[in-house]
């Protein structure tokens, strides 16, 4: 379980990067393909870490 607690954290963090990125482009939220990239990486860990938790819980 300690890796799930870990992933858990991590993806928190990532989803604080993520906000931001919409906070940064506000009001528009009008992204730079940086930010388009940057924010696709983060999504990408999120879902990554949420399907080793559920992984986990499945098992």
């Known amino acids: 379980m ?3 607690i870990e ?7 990532k989803l ?3 906000r931001q990125i919409w906070r940064d482009t506000v009001p528009q939220h009008r992204l730079s393909p ?4 940057t ?4 999504v990408n860990g999120i ?3 949420m399907d080793f938790i559920l992984g ?3 098992k």
């Open 34 to 37: 940086e930010q388009k990239d």
């Open 7 to 13: 992933k858990t954290l991590n993806a928190l963090f």
């Open 16 to 18: 604080e990067d993520l």
């Open 47 to 49: 879902k990554d870490d």
């Open 56 to 58: 986990e819980l499945n």
């Open 2 to 4: 300690k890796s799930s």
């Open 39 to 42: 924010a696709q990486q983060l």
